[in-house]
């Protein structure tokens, strides 16, 4: 089964004033699969997800999406064209309803009937909102915040959804039900994401394709299922160990990606 | 980083005692009659779903908000004090410590300077010295950065000594947190999620510091953590909470093997495969 291509990155190279975040990033996205990017805090896993919805320009190397290069335009225009950006922290408008926060979703559309009916399915997902819908989005648990910032991208209608770190913060119970959510989105509405988390057992579970980020550099892709049977993978991302990865080894062992 | 803290009262002695405690928001009971002791020198750890009330005890021991009812008493080093009636400027120099779960430093310092802000609860110099610069003002300053700089190599945090807050990851933030929190130099430390955004290398880092932060800094650790593997290997005693009231507490293996506990927090969390897209 071949999947066309939504998203591909060339090369690209990103800094924050003199300090390099991302050194030639090279990855493709096919469409109604799930892609993953794993690596530790720094590699530069949100810097990726921010060149592509717009917010950081890149010094090189470009964004190609639906065979359009969408490298340094402006974000509001790229959600436009269907590409939305779920952040870390959810960031959700704190003294705005729920309601008011999933309008803000649908804020480039003009159907309002199907707005409507996007609200329905959204509540469909995920009950707990509309029993809040009147209520400030601030006064939400954490859970439930990520479950709007999930919910007011959907709103938009997205061809392509970058989630970052939707289990930041959750309980165990909670990042199961939130990710068996991203897969019913992905399979019931074709929705492509691109999924950037810690949580690497979920993610190469959830997750069709992977690619593996150190120091700003992909050092390692293929399938999720055949990522999950390397031994790197199992040891520094998977931690097959229950007495962690290390055990009581201090010093980190260098990664060679057999 | 020096020695064990001894003669501030033995191992084992009651650190922090919460009775009854207990606080409404609006209608909603978020914390119901909650009693639990932490002993000194332990990791005590709080688990339980989103919304059961852990970052809320966290604030009424920290004392951002007042309980409704119930009491929390604390032994500091003068003596046994009632928290719960203190004000909450008073609580860091009671020798109380925390770390916020969604990060709450200065993002427009830099490291150096949020973990030197932790310190001020120790500073030794005074207004006019502060004016006049004196050498004892000097000399306080030093000690106060050598301070800063022991936790900095004690978190291997170096290569971000100078860099701004608001550029650094999450998982780092995290660190510079704890950091902050560890240059009170307090005899409790609450930690609100160390793991969260950490990677299981990472975590297995957070590990060994918590174990060093207890064996050999002396601290009581008070720690609320959903990643279940960090919650065994560090903790001595779990308390789990649902919905304001406690659920069970024991050793972790207890906790985990409670019925209650994998209905209302573990849930089906271990079945990841089921996630996998159908061949």
């Keep these: 089964m071949t999947h066309e291509v939504v998203l591909e990155l060339l090369n690209v190279e990103a800094a924050y004033g003199p300090v390099r975040a991302l050194r030639g990033v090279s990855l493709q996205v096919r469409q109604g699969r799930i892609a993953t990017v794993l690596g530790s805090n720094g590699a530069g896993k949100t810097t990726i997800l921010r060149t592509i919805s717009g917010i950081v320009d890149p010094r090189k190397g470009s964004v190609i999406y639906k065979g359009q290069d969408i490298t340094a335009r402006d974000p509001a225009w790229i959600v436009r064209q269907g590409l939305v950006h779920v952040p870390e922290g959810r960031e959700v408008f704190p003294l705005l309803s729920v309601r008011e926060n999933l309008l803000m979703g649908a804020y480039t559309r003009s159907d309002r009937d199907a707005v409507a009916r996007d609200m329905e399915q959204v509540y469909a997902y995920f009950p707990i909102l509309k029993e809040r819908a009147g209520q400030d989005a601030g006064l939400l648990s954490g859970g439930q915040q990520q479950m709007l910032a999930i919910s007011r991208a959907l709103m938009a209608r997205p061809v392509l959804m970058l989630l970052d770190e939707p289990s930041l913060g959750l309980s165990p119970l909670l990042t199961r039900e939130i990710f068996e959510i991203i897969v019913r989105i992905n399979r019931e509405r074709g929705t492509t994401i691109l999924l950037v988390e810690q949580n690497a057992n979920m993610a190469l579970n959830a997750a069709d394709d992977g690619y593996v980020l150190e120091n700003g550099r992909i050092v390692m892709e293929d399938t999720c299922a055949a990522l999950r049977e390397k031994e790197d993978i199992k040891e520094f991302y998977l931690g097959m160990k229950d007495a962690g990865v290390r055990g009581e080894r201090r010093w980190k062992k260098r990664k060679t990606w057999r | ?161 100078d860099l701004m807050v608001s550029g650094l990851p999450y998982g780092v933030r995290k660190v510079v947190e704890l950091g902050r929190a560890l240059c009170a130099r307090p005899d409790l430390l609450l930690l609100d999620e160390p793991s969260s955004g950490l990677n299981v290398e990472e975590t297995d880092d957070m590990a060994f510091w918590i174990h060093d932060i207890v064996r050999e800094l002396g601290i009581t650790v008070l720690m609320v953590e959903h990643d279940m593997r960090l919650v065994s290997r560090v903790s001595d005693r779990v308390l789990a909470l649902n919905q304001g009231q406690v659920l069970v507490s024991g050793t972790p293996t207890q906790v985990q093997a409670s019925a209650a506990v994998v209905e209302a927090y573990l849930g089906s969390a271990e079945d990841v495969v089921s996630l996998r897209r159908p061949a």
């Design chain 2, 1 to 161: 980083m020096s020695s064990k803290r001894d003669g501030k009262g033995g191992a084992g002695e009651v650190l922090l005692s919460v009775r009854n405690l207990g606080v409404v928001f609006g209608g909603l009971r978020a914390v119901d009659d909650v009693s639990f002791d932490v002993r000194r020198g332990e990791v005590f750890t709080l688990i339980g779903p989103n919304g059961a009330g852990k970052t809320t005890v966290f604030n009424l021991i920290s004392r951002i908000y007042q309980p409704g009812s119930g009491e929390i008493r604390y032994q500091a080093e003068g003596g046994e004090v009632l928290l719960t009636a203190q004000p909450p400027h008073k609580v860091a120099a009671l020798g109380i410590a925390r770390t916020f779960q969604n990060i709450e430093l200065f993002e427009h310092a830099s490291v150096l300077r949020n973990l030197l802000i932790g310190h001020h609860t120790h500073r030794e110099s005074h207004f006019w010295g502060e004016l006049l610069f004196t050498p004892a003002t000097r000399r306080a300053e030093r000690r106060a950065r050598e301070a800063v700089e022991r936790i900095i190599d004690f978190l291997e945090l170096q290569k971000y000594r």
